[in-house]
T-cell receptor, first 112, second 114 residues
Framework: QKEVEQDPGPLSVPEGAIVSLNCTYSNSAFQYFMWYRQYSRKGPELLMYTYSSGNKEDGRFTAQVDKSSKYISLFIRDSQPSDSATYLCAMTLLSGNTPLVFGKGTRLSVIA | GAGVSQSPSNKVTEKGKDVELRCDPISGHTALYWYRQSLGQGLEFLIYFQGNSAPDKSGLPSDRFSAERTGGSVSTLTIQRTQQEDSAVYLC????????????FGNGTRLTVT
């Protein structure tokens, strides 16, 4: 079993839809959870960063962590064509400066 | 300020040749990471440098892979006797040593071994 599982998609939604992206993980010791967005031929860029369980909201993006279920989610409200990218979940045991473990990424297309 | 810079952006090499990939981290960032991204495989950790400490090489896939970091700044990833399965995007990331900062990635070097 991979440490982090993420459905690779592709996922195609109409503009304005609510998008739900998810990852499951096996290591209950993970404490820090991140979502990165990666455009084609670019490096990943950080979208959301959360510690332990709970929700965090930033504009149209909401990150949710359920440690009891070992499940994290990223919700995108009012999706835009500019949100079309690959979304990677990542997690680590300690904050910063330790190797992140990444999911394979979900490719999202938002159709105008 | 300037982000993480990687060069070359693309590299095509023949099987069996050696290649060197370069990473210039963000100024002042003491932590530097190399990851490999293959099609459909996600990001695979290769090696991690933190300040003057011995690097964490636990992710290097074989002894053909090595990396160094000179003066706590620029890093070079070297792949000797390249194989076709080495074809991937090699990503470098840096982070300040403050325990809470995320990784900042470069745009990677796309390596193709023919």
């Amino acid at each position: 079993q991979k440490e982090v599982e993420q459905d690779p998609g592709p996922l195609s939604v109409p503009e304005g839809a609510i998008v739900s992206l998810n990852c499951t993980y096996s290591n209950s010791a993970f404490q820090y959870f991140m979502w990165y967005r990666q455009y084609s031929r670019k490096g990943p860029e950080l979208l959301m960063y959360t510690y332990s369980s709970g929700n965090k909201e930033d504009g149209r993006f909401t990150a949710q962590v359920d440690k009891s279920s070992k499940y994290i989610s990223l919700f995108i409200r009012d999706s835009q064509p500019s949100d079309s990218a690959t979304y990677l979940c990542a997690m680590t045991l300690l904050s910063g400066n330790t190797p992140l473990v990444f999911g394979k990424g979900t490719r999202l297309s938002v159709i105008a | 300020g300037a982000g993480v810079s990687q060069s070359p952006s693309n590299k095509v090499t023949e099987k069996g040749k050696d290649v060197e990939l370069r990473c210039d981290p963000i100024s002042g960032h003491t932590a530097l990471y190399w990851y490999r991204q293959s099609l459909g495989q996600g990001l695979e950790f290769l090696i991690y440098f933190q300040g003057n400490s011995a690097p964490d090489k636990s992710g290097l896939p074989s002894d053909r892979f090595s990396a160094e970091r000179t003066g706590g700044s620029v890093s070079t990833l070297t792949i000797q006797r390249t194989q076709q399965e080495d074809s991937a995007v090699y990503l470098c990331a840096s982070s300040p040593w403050d325990g809470n900062s995320p990784l900042h990635f470069g745009n990677g070097t796309r390596l193709t071994v023919t």
